[in-house]
């Protein structure tokens, strides 16, 4: 009998987010970098290299995903983000070449979905991050099921640990109707 201590809510999809989710709560801690476009009063015991009272005018900064969204305006620029180095165009080439070389987890355990909820905030380069993440999604997809229905008797530890969560639960669900069969 297959007891959980809670029933699991399933991520949001895309640009949505399931605030019930633990995958999201943890996807929204993932830290972005940011520079702040105004100066934040009273506000300097936030940036802990920071001695002065306030954060001041173009600080650089990291800031939760959950903070710099709730912070940022189209209209009123209050912070840029800039993007995290695993979506430049350098690392985009790297997956438009072979995306099955790369280990996601290392670079982010929420590849996918970091790089959706990046979409929010306005940047040139939004659709060619869309793009990049869509073809590393396709070209790695056959891969990661292939490897689990044919993953009987195998030991799949070193493929798991370099897969994203959503490609951990994608592997998961295949092994999982294999055993079925």
Same mark, same amino acid.
């Given at each position: 009998?297959? &007891?959980q201590?809670? +029933? !699991?809510?399933?991520?949001?999809? %895309? =640009?949505? @987010?399931n605030?019930?989710?633990?995958d999201?709560?943890?996807?929204s801690h993932?830290r972005?970098?940011?520079?702040t476009?105004n100066?934040?009063?009273?506000?300097?015991?936030?940036e802990?290299?920071s001695?002065t009272?306030?954060?001041?005018e173009? &600080?650089k900064?990291? +800031? !939760?995903l959950?903070?710099?969204? %709730? =912070?940022? @305006?189209?209209?009123?620029?209050?912070?840029?983000?800039?993007?995290?180095k695993?979506?430049?165009?350098?690392?985009?080439?790297?997956?438009?070449?072979d995306?099955?070389?790369?280990?996601?987890?290392?670079?982010?355990?929420?590849?996918?979905?970091?790089?959706?909820?990046?979409?929010?905030?306005?940047?040139?380069e939004?659709p060619?991050?869309?793009?990049?993440?869509?073809q590393?999604?396709?070209g790695?997809?056959?891969?990661?099921?292939?490897?689990?229905?044919?993953?009987?008797n195998e030991?799949t530890?070193?493929?798991?640990?370099?897969?994203?969560?959503?490609?951990?639960?994608?592997?998961r669900?295949?092994?999982?109707?294999?055993?079925?069969w």
């Amino acid at each position: 009998m297959d &007891t959980q201590s809670y +029933m !699991p809510v399933p991520p949001g999809v %895309g =640009l949505e @987010e399931n605030f019930f989710s633990l995958d999201d709560i943890l996807l929204s801690h993932q830290r972005l970098p940011c520079r702040t476009e105004n100066a934040f009063p009273r506000l300097g015991f936030l940036e802990k290299s920071s001695e002065t009272p306030d954060i001041l005018e173009g &600080t650089k900064m990291e +800031m !939760p995903l959950w903070l710099a969204k %709730g =912070l940022y @305006e189209r209209k009123r620029r209050v912070l840029s983000v800039d993007l995290p180095k695993m979506y430049r165009e350098g690392w985009r080439t790297v997956f438009g070449a072979d995306p099955n070389v790369v280990d996601l987890h290392k670079m982010g355990p929420y590849f996918y979905g970091l790089g959706s909820q990046l979409l929010h905030f306005d940047s040139p380069e939004n659709p060619e991050i869309a793009q990049a993440i869509l073809q590393t999604y396709i070209g790695r997809f056959r891969r990661t099921m292939d490897s689990s229905q044919n993953a009987y008797n195998e030991d799949t530890s070193a493929l798991v640990e370099r897969l994203d969560f959503l490609e951990r639960t994608l592997f998961r669900e295949g092994k999982s109707v294999q055993r079925k069969w």
